[in-house]
């Protein structure tokens, strides 16, 4: 596996004047390719780590995989130097990606969910009844997740640049939480480590991000059978529009002891 730091000369300045150099930690971004049965699906750009994870999680939230059992290998490939090709063989009877999905260009760390045109295709590709979750989640326990989950951020605390998901139960418990440089890619690795797990659908959980609740976000949450996605930054409009088309509580500004409730406020009861 990749390393997930390196270190780098900078030079230190200041509007004082004071000049020097000194070591910097930065997080590492490399693509990774995915490939299908051996063939190229698409390229994103990652931190190393928990590669399996983020190619499982990625094809839930393309709606090839739902469970463990159709996923029958993940390998990197042995024609590559670096761990930066995976091939995933699916299982038996698993339809593979529709060749519209596949992606002749490189998903950025900043993109997610592509080329998916309108509300009403996402919504006939979910698998589960998002609507249908009667979980509800205390105040205290959403106020206390930016905390809990920045605490278990540990490559950013030497970096400051990754982004996190947090996967927690309506009692606060932390379940799984991943870093990465894109949000989405973070999302992905919590998803894919519950369906290896065989966790799918993950009903009464919360979904907590670092930055903003943006629409491919909310459409992962969704595909994973997630009703409660909350971020510390504002969502998009499309991201709220897609929480209410799917029932998924949509909780934006958390922080200190405050939060704005988008969608679906019957799971935040005062």
Known sequence: ?????????????????????RPDTLAVEEPLEIRVAGRPLTITMRTPGDDFDLVTGFLVAEGVVAAPGD???????ADTVEQNTL?????????????????AFTTTSACGVCGKSSIEA???ERRYDVAADTVTVDT???????????DAQRVFDRTGGLHAAGLFTAAGEALAVREDVGR???VDKVVGWALREGRLPLRGTVLMVSGRASFELTQKAAQA????????????SLAVDLADDAGLTLIGF???DTMNVYTAPERVPT
């Open 140 to 150: 205290g326990v959403l106020a206390a997740l930016p905390g809990r989950l920045r």
């Open 225 to 236: 059978g997630i009703p409660i996605l909350a971020a510390v930054s504002a969502p998009s």
């Open 254 to 256: 958390l922080r200190g």
């Open 71 to 77: 996923v029958a290998a993940l390998r990197y490939c």
């Open 184 to 186: 989405h890619n973070a």
């Open 87 to 103: 091939d995933v063989v699916l299982a038996p009877g698993v339809a593979p990606p529709d060749a519209a999905l596949t992606r």
């Open 122 to 124: 996402l919504a006939a």
């Open 1 to 21: 596996m990749g390393r997930i730091t390196v270190r780098r000369p900078v030079l230190r300045v200041s509007t004082s004047g004071t000049r020097g150099r």
